[in-house]
Protein backbone atom coordinates (compact mmCIF):
# COMPACT_ATOMS: atom_id res chain seq x y z
CA UNK A 1 0.00 0.00 0.00
CA UNK A 2 1.63 3.46 -0.66
CA UNK A 3 1.70 6.28 0.96
CA UNK A 4 -1.33 8.31 -0.55
CA UNK A 5 -3.83 4.78 -0.05
CA UNK A 6 -2.72 5.06 3.35
CA UNK A 7 -3.04 8.69 4.13
CA UNK A 8 -6.67 8.05 2.73
CA UNK A 9 -7.66 5.49 5.19
CA UNK A 10 -10.40 6.26 8.14
CA UNK A 11 -8.77 5.84 11.82
CA UNK A 12 -10.29 2.62 11.51
CA UNK A 13 -9.50 1.07 8.72
CA UNK A 14 -5.77 2.21 9.68
CA UNK A 15 -6.67 0.76 13.18
CA UNK A 16 -7.85 -3.01 11.85
CA UNK A 17 -4.77 -2.76 9.44
CA UNK A 18 -2.07 -2.07 12.18
CA UNK A 19 -3.58 -4.43 14.46
CA UNK A 20 -4.09 -7.37 11.48
CA UNK A 21 -0.52 -7.05 10.51
CA UNK A 22 0.42 -7.50 14.40
CA UNK A 23 -1.91 -10.47 15.10
CA UNK A 24 -2.59 -11.80 11.67
CA UNK A 25 -5.36 -14.60 11.44
CA UNK A 26 -5.90 -13.76 15.11
CA UNK A 27 -7.24 -10.22 14.99
CA UNK A 28 -10.81 -11.08 14.04
CA UNK A 29 -11.52 -12.96 16.88
CA UNK A 30 -9.32 -11.36 19.18
CA UNK A 31 -10.91 -7.92 17.75
CA UNK A 32 -14.66 -9.24 18.59
CA UNK A 33 -12.94 -10.67 21.86
CA UNK A 34 -12.45 -6.81 22.54
CA UNK A 35 -15.88 -5.97 21.74
CA UNK A 36 -17.25 -8.25 24.11
CA UNK A 37 -18.11 -7.59 27.67
CA UNK A 38 -15.12 -7.36 29.93
CA UNK A 39 -14.34 -10.60 32.15
CA UNK A 40 -14.42 -8.79 36.02
CA UNK A 41 -13.91 -10.49 39.16
CA UNK A 42 -14.32 -9.74 42.74
CA UNK A 43 -11.46 -9.23 44.78
CA UNK A 44 -12.32 -8.92 49.02
CA UNK A 45 -8.80 -9.97 50.67
CA UNK A 46 -8.66 -7.98 53.82
CA UNK A 47 -11.19 -5.07 52.17
CA UNK A 48 -14.16 -3.92 54.03
CA UNK A 49 -16.31 -4.34 50.57
CA UNK A 50 -15.33 -6.16 47.19
CA UNK A 51 -14.13 -4.47 44.62
CA UNK A 52 -14.57 -5.39 40.91
CA UNK A 53 -11.91 -5.14 38.30
CA UNK A 54 -10.28 -6.87 35.53
CA UNK A 55 -8.94 -10.76 36.36
CA UNK A 56 -5.77 -9.91 34.38
CA UNK A 57 -5.16 -6.37 36.59
CA UNK A 58 -5.47 -8.74 39.62
CA UNK A 59 -3.07 -10.91 38.51
CA UNK A 60 -0.76 -8.52 37.32
CA UNK A 61 -0.97 -6.69 40.85
CA UNK A 62 0.48 -9.75 42.36
CA UNK A 63 2.91 -10.33 40.37
CA UNK A 64 4.60 -8.07 42.29
CA UNK A 65 6.55 -9.86 45.16
CA UNK A 66 5.21 -8.07 48.76
CA UNK A 67 7.42 -10.48 51.00
CA UNK A 68 10.37 -8.32 53.22
CA UNK A 69 8.90 -5.01 51.41
CA UNK A 70 8.91 -1.92 53.91
CA UNK A 71 7.94 0.85 51.23
CA UNK A 72 5.80 0.59 48.04
CA UNK A 73 4.78 2.88 45.42
CA UNK A 74 2.02 2.81 43.12
CA UNK A 75 3.05 5.00 40.52
CA UNK A 76 -0.36 5.89 38.08
CA UNK A 77 -2.66 4.16 40.57
CA UNK A 78 -6.12 5.25 39.74
CA UNK A 79 -8.89 3.97 40.11
CA UNK A 80 -6.90 2.30 42.28
CA UNK A 81 -7.93 -1.16 41.77
CA UNK A 82 -4.10 -2.44 41.89
CA UNK A 83 -3.40 -0.09 45.10
CA UNK A 84 -6.08 -2.03 46.78
CA UNK A 85 -4.49 -5.61 45.89
CA UNK A 86 -1.08 -4.29 47.20
CA UNK A 87 -2.21 -2.77 49.96
CA UNK A 88 -4.54 -5.93 51.54
CA UNK A 89 -1.02 -7.98 50.89
CA UNK A 90 1.35 -6.03 52.13
CA UNK A 91 3.31 -7.10 55.11
CA UNK A 92 2.62 -5.44 58.62
CA UNK A 93 4.14 -1.72 59.16
CA UNK A 94 4.49 -1.30 55.58
CA UNK A 95 3.76 1.07 54.10
CA UNK A 96 2.06 2.26 50.41
CA UNK A 97 2.33 5.31 48.26
CA UNK A 98 -0.81 5.50 46.06
CA UNK A 99 0.36 7.92 43.01
CA UNK A 100 -1.93 9.98 40.64
CA UNK A 101 -1.07 12.82 38.67
CA UNK A 102 -4.93 13.67 37.39
CA UNK A 103 -7.10 15.70 40.37
CA UNK A 104 -10.14 14.56 38.95
CA UNK A 105 -8.49 10.48 39.08
CA UNK A 106 -6.81 11.14 41.97
CA UNK A 107 -10.03 12.30 44.11
CA UNK A 108 -11.71 9.23 42.84
CA UNK A 109 -8.62 6.93 43.86
CA UNK A 110 -8.78 8.70 47.02
CA UNK A 111 -12.73 7.53 47.10
CA UNK A 112 -12.06 3.90 46.37
CA UNK A 113 -9.22 3.72 49.12
CA UNK A 114 -11.36 5.40 51.66
CA UNK A 115 -14.50 3.26 51.05
CA UNK A 116 -12.73 -0.34 50.96
CA UNK A 117 -9.82 -0.39 53.11
CA UNK A 118 -10.11 -1.41 56.98
CA UNK A 119 -8.47 2.01 59.30
CA UNK A 120 -5.72 -0.33 60.47
CA UNK A 121 -4.38 -0.42 56.13
CA UNK A 122 -6.03 2.91 55.19
CA UNK A 123 -3.72 4.54 57.78
CA UNK A 124 -0.21 2.90 56.12
CA UNK A 125 -1.68 3.89 52.47
CA UNK A 126 -0.58 7.64 51.74
CA UNK A 127 -1.98 9.42 47.99
CA UNK A 128 0.08 12.03 46.03
CA UNK A 129 0.11 13.78 42.86
CA UNK A 130 3.23 14.09 41.61
CA UNK A 131 4.04 13.60 37.73
CA UNK A 132 5.30 10.07 38.14
CA UNK A 133 7.55 10.49 34.57
CA UNK A 134 9.74 13.18 36.73
CA UNK A 135 9.81 11.55 40.37
CA UNK A 136 13.56 10.72 40.04
CA UNK A 137 14.15 14.12 40.08
CA UNK A 138 13.08 14.12 43.66
CA UNK A 139 13.86 10.73 45.14
CA UNK A 140 16.24 7.74 44.52
CA UNK A 141 16.56 4.50 45.19
CA UNK A 142 13.43 5.14 47.71
CA UNK A 143 11.10 2.37 47.35
CA UNK A 144 11.34 -1.88 47.71
CA UNK A 145 8.59 -2.39 45.40
CA UNK A 146 7.17 -0.39 41.99
CA UNK A 147 3.91 -0.81 40.37
CA UNK A 148 4.04 1.13 37.42
CA UNK A 149 0.61 0.42 35.35
CA UNK A 150 1.64 3.25 32.57
CA UNK A 151 -1.06 5.18 30.29
CA UNK A 152 -1.28 3.30 27.38
CA UNK A 153 -3.44 2.60 23.78
CA UNK A 154 -5.99 0.96 25.81
CA UNK A 155 -7.66 -0.88 22.25
CA UNK A 156 -10.66 -2.05 24.19
CA UNK A 157 -11.58 1.36 24.71
CA UNK A 158 -10.36 2.65 21.35
CA UNK A 159 -12.55 0.31 19.78
CA UNK A 160 -15.83 1.00 21.82
CA UNK A 161 -15.70 4.75 21.10
CA UNK A 162 -16.11 5.69 17.37
CA UNK A 163 -14.82 9.16 18.05
CA UNK A 164 -11.94 7.96 19.13
CA UNK A 165 -11.53 4.99 16.45
CA UNK A 166 -11.86 7.77 14.14
CA UNK A 167 -9.01 9.71 15.28
CA UNK A 168 -6.42 6.83 15.74
CA UNK A 169 -3.36 6.78 14.04
CA UNK A 170 -0.45 4.64 14.78
CA UNK A 171 1.37 7.82 15.97
CA UNK A 172 -0.30 7.11 19.06
CA UNK A 173 1.40 4.41 19.90
CA UNK A 174 4.74 6.38 19.39
CA UNK A 175 3.72 9.28 21.61
CA UNK A 176 2.44 6.85 24.52
CA UNK A 177 5.83 4.68 24.30
CA UNK A 178 7.89 7.62 24.57
CA UNK A 179 5.61 8.68 27.29
CA UNK A 180 6.02 5.43 28.98
CA UNK A 181 9.83 4.82 28.48
CA UNK A 182 9.90 8.21 30.69
CA UNK A 183 7.74 6.94 33.18
CA UNK A 184 9.45 3.11 33.38
CA UNK A 185 13.53 4.92 33.39
CA UNK A 186 11.99 7.68 36.33
CA UNK A 187 10.65 4.43 37.71
CA UNK A 188 14.10 2.18 37.74
CA UNK A 189 16.10 5.15 39.13
CA UNK A 190 13.37 5.46 42.17
CA UNK A 191 13.32 2.00 42.72
CA UNK A 192 15.92 0.80 45.77
CA UNK A 193 19.18 -1.51 44.77
CA UNK A 194 17.83 -5.43 44.88
CA UNK A 195 14.25 -4.26 44.43
CA UNK A 196 11.23 -5.37 42.60
CA UNK A 197 9.15 -3.50 39.94
CA UNK A 198 5.99 -4.58 37.75
CA UNK A 199 5.50 -2.73 34.26
CA UNK A 200 1.76 -3.55 33.44
CA UNK A 201 -0.06 -1.77 30.47
CA UNK A 202 -3.64 -2.71 28.96
CA UNK A 203 -2.01 -2.16 25.63
CA UNK A 204 -2.48 -4.89 22.54
CA UNK A 205 0.93 -3.38 20.79
CA UNK A 206 4.36 -5.01 21.19
CA UNK A 207 5.82 -1.26 21.17
CA UNK A 208 4.19 -0.30 23.99
CA UNK A 209 4.96 -3.31 26.25
CA UNK A 210 7.81 -5.54 25.16
CA UNK A 211 9.69 -2.63 23.72
CA UNK A 212 9.75 -0.17 26.51
CA UNK A 213 11.08 -3.27 28.63
CA UNK A 214 14.02 -3.75 25.76
CA UNK A 215 14.61 0.09 25.81
CA UNK A 216 15.05 -0.52 29.74
CA UNK A 217 17.30 -3.67 29.76
CA UNK A 218 19.91 -1.28 27.35
CA UNK A 219 20.26 1.75 29.23
CA UNK A 220 20.49 0.22 32.68
CA UNK A 221 22.93 -2.77 32.99
CA UNK A 222 21.57 -3.43 36.59
CA UNK A 223 18.23 -4.22 35.44
CA UNK A 224 17.15 -7.90 35.08
CA UNK A 225 13.51 -9.51 34.16
CA UNK A 226 12.39 -12.36 35.96
CA UNK A 227 10.66 -15.16 34.23
CA UNK A 228 6.47 -15.16 35.03
CA UNK A 229 4.88 -18.60 34.52
CA UNK A 230 1.98 -18.60 31.66
CA UNK A 231 -0.23 -20.65 33.99
CA UNK A 232 -1.50 -18.44 37.15
CA UNK A 233 -0.61 -20.12 40.56
CA UNK A 234 -4.24 -18.45 41.73
CA UNK A 235 -5.96 -19.63 39.07
CA UNK A 236 -7.24 -16.30 37.84
CA UNK A 237 -6.40 -16.12 34.59
CA UNK A 238 -3.77 -17.84 32.50
CA UNK A 239 -1.68 -15.53 30.39
CA UNK A 240 0.73 -16.00 26.84
CA UNK A 241 5.00 -15.58 27.32
CA UNK A 242 6.29 -12.44 25.30
CA UNK A 243 10.04 -11.75 25.10
CA UNK A 244 9.87 -10.22 28.33
CA UNK A 245 6.49 -10.41 30.41
CA UNK A 246 3.01 -12.34 30.15
CA UNK A 247 0.06 -10.71 27.95
CA UNK A 248 -3.58 -11.50 29.62
CA UNK A 249 -5.58 -11.68 25.90
CA UNK A 250 -9.45 -11.91 26.21
CA UNK A 251 -10.07 -13.95 23.18
CA UNK A 252 -8.37 -16.88 24.92
CA UNK A 253 -9.32 -15.94 28.74
CA UNK A 254 -13.05 -15.59 28.47
CA UNK A 255 -12.83 -11.81 28.40
CA UNK A 256 -9.80 -11.34 30.76
CA UNK A 257 -7.50 -8.23 29.54
CA UNK A 258 -5.61 -7.31 27.44
CA UNK A 259 -2.85 -6.79 29.99
CA UNK A 260 0.71 -6.90 29.54
CA UNK A 261 2.65 -7.21 32.60
CA UNK A 262 6.43 -7.90 33.24
CA UNK A 263 8.55 -7.68 36.34
CA UNK A 264 12.00 -6.25 36.50
CA UNK A 265 14.91 -6.43 39.45
CA UNK A 266 16.83 -3.99 40.02
CA UNK A 267 20.17 -5.86 40.68
CA UNK A 268 22.34 -4.26 43.44
Same mark, same amino acid.
Given at each position: ????????????????????????????????????????????????????????????????????????????????????????????????????????????????????????????????????????????????????????????????????????????????????? *? @???????? #?? +? /????? &????? =??????????????????????? *? @???????? #?? +? /????? &????? =????????????????????
Amino acid at each position: MGKKDKNKQTGAELFDAYYSELFGERWNTLRAALLGEPRQIGYSKNLLKTYYLDAGSVRAAKALPLDGAEKTADFCAAPGGKSLVIASSMPDGATLVSNERSRDRKNRLVKVLDEHLPEEIRSRVSVSGFDAGRWCNYEREAYDRILLDAPCSSERHVLADPKYLAQWSPARIRNLAVAQW *A @LLSSAFLV #LK +N /GGFMV &YSTCA =LAQAENDGVIQKLLKKYPGASVV *A @LPEIDPDG #LC +N /GEKTE &YGIHV =LPDRQKGAGPLYFALIHKEF
